[in-house]
């Protein structure tokens, strides 16, 4: 494996280690060194916003801890679940006084362990409601939109409940602001090229070269197939036909577009699928309001890309449009 | 009556540390197949700490199966961290208080470990997660109690019904966790959490047997 | 080659295409659609910023270009100087009045066409200054400094000359403020695995596995040595024993550390590797005043990581604090 | 007096154009190997363009030769665009307004390749670029022109100078471009530039003698 690394168990607490010095401006740790929190969290009288996961999705879950973002954040080892423990610290970093949103994606080990700790938070007397990410339309097929899993749809999610939460909203206001973003988004993942866990040290799952998997799940769970590797153009229609009938995205829509890196695929690539995709949104009559291309949501050195849609309304737009300082995104009062 | 006390029972638990931390590559392996190849890392590293926790901090079996179950669900996380981690809180509380642990005693803890576990899991038996290793060896045991049979033995068929259970996996097509998304691709793969439980298993029974000659 | 590319030649016209949708709300075309500049230059009375390069850094060099940053980009094939009239189209783009300053990096190719360029914009009476980047230290021997290629310490060669623009200076302040950046930094890269051209379909240099290439430059071109892979914290060190003496940076020095992956080394790894440095750095008394950590100067899907080092002082503080709004960096003021 | 119309001349670059598009994975392996691979590419982008405009702007050779200045300069980069945006302009600024080319119009055009390069190339001959091919190429012609021979021959000797330059590549050292950091590794192989440059003169030549008959 061509990694840099010391001791492969370790990666989780060095890079943690490293990252509070180098956003100590923006970022804090707790007495829990796998909960990192926004430096002037709790803030009193906002809404608290809590997220968690298993590492090895940078800039994913710590990245996007900030200004008007996320507030608090549990990190677990990599593409593993964060215990119990580590969730319910970062409620209480998170705890401004009047509640605190949990949003996180859809896994099993996330929603045993949210529930343990919501479970424990109840206990102590604070009030703590959660959303569910379940953007990744090949998980899962449609009806069973419950069983479906969370992937780069969670950014938007974080966004929008981020700033809910900064302009004053009550904690079901933010819910449903939150719940009402990940409901209007769709995601599909296409992986080219595996990765590999440091301390498991070589790839859980192959993708031969020449070909590529469509609908793969960001830790490689497998998608709808695996076939030859096509032109990017062809790949984009993919991507349209999986996501628009889901929701469905109609003419006349406006929506929001976030490209993701899995991790290797240089950031050129990408926007060559973004401009395949825009072609053809915008043949289908559907406007882009704002768009994001780069590695929002990785899986360690994985190479691939996923597409996810959300399709806006005017409190979803003020939400996104609202300035944020996180390190996976900043923005500028648009 | 057939009994070991709580005090001796502490030894299980060291037992169990140890097949973990022997098994581990294996059990990772397994995993890798048809999930994501860290079974064996989760589970060693919680075992490993529990081991370092009751080198400061010894007790009986009861706190023992405690310290490991705090561990697990409140410093490994993972799907397999709170799994695990109500299994033996559901196993300790029922030994807690207890001086010495027998048939009865030990039919409460299993039972236990399978309330507790299926409180917060939705896996049921064919699913091929380690219910499907726990089911069959409580049912077991409460059947060899039921029918007045002695610890020894009603362990001894524990084991044996744990290690039919683990097998039966392979063929099992996953419907739960990572493995589940898989479909044909799961089955001829044993299950790592059935792995484990059962390893699990039949240390507990090999070394209550031991305690209890 | 498990990429996402239509037709190989087009990479580079697919991706401007793309990127001036995406951030259209910052930069925009030129005539010459392989010049984009900010949206809002040429900004009256303002110095202005070009630079430009082969494509395939993202997200150098167009990723630079912004508010306080880069006013306009001449974007050449991949891994190929941009040729003269690019240049000069970009000069034009930022032309303000008050003179442009051309920040570059150090190429055989690039020397030769923003020669020529400047030969043309005399001509117009545009007054073009130039700082050519040579921070690469294993590129060159001490003594020939003049010899040694520009890498990731042309980032912080132009938040410091954006930074004086933004600020009003004169042509010749920004160009002696860009100079004392460049003069100032020290970088040194590692390679872990190739990269290929889209157009050529396979990597031109090999590393193998378990190998690395300390000093390796960002198109591959060769370094000081190829040895085993070693652990984060051995490499650290090396980077350190290269870079530190080379200024001298001393104890008591206050720095910039800019650490960018190459391309497909996931970011995690990219703050383990800060981590060791970092540690290193306090041992010899040299204080961090701003880090960086991210994929902040590319090489389309190396694995291997730069490290740069600029030594500050106050006026270089000011312009590392100044606001400015660019895809590869955004900054609020500090 | 033998020589050829500026018109007919235009033949050259035509020829000029195939050879390097016929050679563009040729140019651009050797390049591969101690540089980065894209010399074939570069010169085959920039010549197919040059194509284009002639087929609705045709003209004579010196018009040609400027076209195909203009767009390696203007369009092309890397190192090659301004080397041989350069030649192409000396060459043709030493032709435009000739109608006929004999041995000493050729001779002038060829010094003027040599010197607009020189002028922003440091490259010296050993330092294993095209230089090493242009440089003897140049001197076999004014050599062969200076001593009275006809216009064919000296073509021919410049032609073989040319092969001779090129050739002589192989051992050399790269001191120049990005071959230069690989030290002992450059020697063994021919320089891409060197050949391409080999490949053109030797155009240059055939041509020549073609339309003088
Ligand atoms: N909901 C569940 N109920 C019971 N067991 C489960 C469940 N989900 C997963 N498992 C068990 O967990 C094992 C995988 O554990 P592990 O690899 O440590 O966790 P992860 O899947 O998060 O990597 C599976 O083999 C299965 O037996
Ligand atoms: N300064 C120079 N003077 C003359 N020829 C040069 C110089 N630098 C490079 N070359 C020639 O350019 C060739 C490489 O061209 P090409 O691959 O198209 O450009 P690049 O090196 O930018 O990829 C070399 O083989 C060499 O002959
Ligand atoms: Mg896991
Ligand atoms: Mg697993
Ligand atoms: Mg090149
Ligand atoms: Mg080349």
Redesign the pocket.
């Known amino acids: 494996m061509q990694k840099f690394v010391n001791d492969p168990s370790k990666v989780v607490d060095e890079m943690l280690e490293a990252y509070v010095k180098v956003h100590a401006d923006l970022v804090s740790t707790t007495e829990n060194e796998r909960v990192i929190k926004y430096k002037h969290a709790p803030v009193k009288g906002k809404v608290g916003i809590v997220t968690g996961g298993g590492s090895g999705h940078k800039p994913a879950f710590v990245g996007y801890v900030g200004r008007n973002m996320v507030d608090a954040v549990a990190c677990g080892e990599i593409?593993?679940?964060p215990p119990a423990q580590m969730f319910y610290d970062a409620i209480k970093a998170a705890d401004g006084g009047k509640g605190v949103a949990l949003l996180y994606g859809n896994y099993?080990?996330d929603n045993?362990n949210v529930a343990m700790a919501m479970d424990e938070a109840e206990d102590e007397g604070i009030e703590v409601k959660k959303v569910v990410a379940n953007d990744d339309v090949p998980s899962a097929p449609k009806g069973e939109e419950a069983k479906r899993r969370g992937v780069a749809g969670e950014i938007l999610m974080w966004k929008v409940g981020g700033a809910k939460a900064a302009m004053g909203a009550s904690l079901d206001e933010v819910i449903a602001a939150a719940q009402k973003a990940i409901k209007n988004t769709r995601s599909m993942g296409v992986g080219l090229a595996p990765c590999a866990i440091p301390e498991v040290g070589h790839p859980n799952f192959t993708i031969e070269e020449g070909k590529m998997e469509v609908g793969i799940g960001h830790h490689g769970e497998p998608g709808i197939e695996v076939c030859d590797l096509e032109p990017s153009a062809k790949i984009a229609q993919r991507f349209c036909n999986v996501i628009l009938p889901d929701l469905p995205f109609e003419s006349g829509d406006e929506v929001v577009v976030l490209i993701s890196g899995l991790g290797s695929t240089p950031v050129m690539e990408q926007y060559i699928v973004f401009n395949d995709i825009e072609k053809i949104l915008k043949e289908r009559g559907i406007k882009i309001y704002l768009s994001y291309v780069g590695n929002y949501f990785t899986s360690l050195e994985m190479a691939g890309v996923t597409c996810t849609l959300m399709k806006l309304d005017e409190e979803l737009k003020e939400c996104m449009d609202y300035e944020c300082d996180s390190v996976g995104m900043q923005q500028f009062q648009r | 009556m057939k009994t070991f006390s709580n005090k001796e029972g502490a030894l299980i638990i060291d037992k169990m540390i140890l097949a973990i931390q022997e098994n581990k590559q294996y059990l990772s392996d397994i995993?890798g197949l048809i999930?994501?190849g860290?079974?064996g890392i989760?589970?060693n590293k919680g075992f490993t700490m529990c081991r370092e926790e009751l080198d400061n901090n010894p007790g009986d079996l009861a706190h023992s199966a405690k310290i490991l179950s705090k561990i697990l669900m409140m410093k490994i996380g993972?799907?397999?961290g709170p799994?695990y981690g109500k299994l033996y809180r559901g196993f300790a509380s029922e030994l807690s208080g207890k001086d010495e642990i027998g048939i009865s005693e030990m039919g409460a803890a299993l039972e236990g470990m399978l309330s507790s576990?299926q409180a917060i899991?939705?896996?049921k038996p064919g699913?091929?997660?380690?219910?499907d290793t726990l089911v069959p060896a409580v049912e077991a045991f409460k059947k060899a109690q039921a029918e007045g049979k002695e610890f020894d033995v009603a362990l001894d068929e524990m084991k044996a019904a744990a290690i039919v259970g683990r097998d039966s996996t392979k063929d099992m097509l996953a419907q739960?966790?990572?493995?589940s998304r898989l479909g044909e691709r799961s089955r001829g793969v044993l299950?790592?959490?059935?792995t484990s439980c059962c390893l699990l298993l039949g240390v507990l029974a090999d070394t209550s047997i031991e305690l209890v000659k």
């Open positions: 593409f593993s679940s099993a080990g045993m | 995993d999930g994501d860290d079974h989760n589970m993972g799907s397999m799994l576990i899991s939705p896996a699913d091929k997660t380690l219910i739960l966790g990572r493995a299950d790592a959490g059935a």
